[in-house]
């Protein structure tokens, strides 16, 4: 999952073309769409008792550390800041 969630923001999300706006907005779509299920689908197992709370735990911990790459990566990919350098 964790793989597959970055690929539309990495691939879509740079357009800075004003025709491909309709990318842009599926592109914030299938990232959310992701990141939901990223965090739905071990709770739901942890509710329904096929995992315990330190898999649960461990999962909600890597899912933290990964939005923040993510994060990290779209405000040092930004361009705007370093123009005057």
């Known amino acids: 999952m964790y793989v597959l969630l970055p690929m539309p923001l990495l691939f879509f999300g740079g357009s800075s073309s004003d025709s491909g706006n309709s990318w842009v907005e599926a592109t914030k779509f299938l990232t959310g769409a992701s990141a939901i299920g990223s965090i ?34 779209i405000r040092m990919s930004d361009d705007d800041e370093y123009r005057s350098l």
């Open 40 to 73: 739905a689908i071990p709770a739901i197992l942890k509710h329904a008792g096929v995992i315990g709370w330190g898999a649960l735990t461990m999962e909600f911990a890597s899912f933290f550390i990964f939005v923040i790459a993510m994060v990290w990566y």
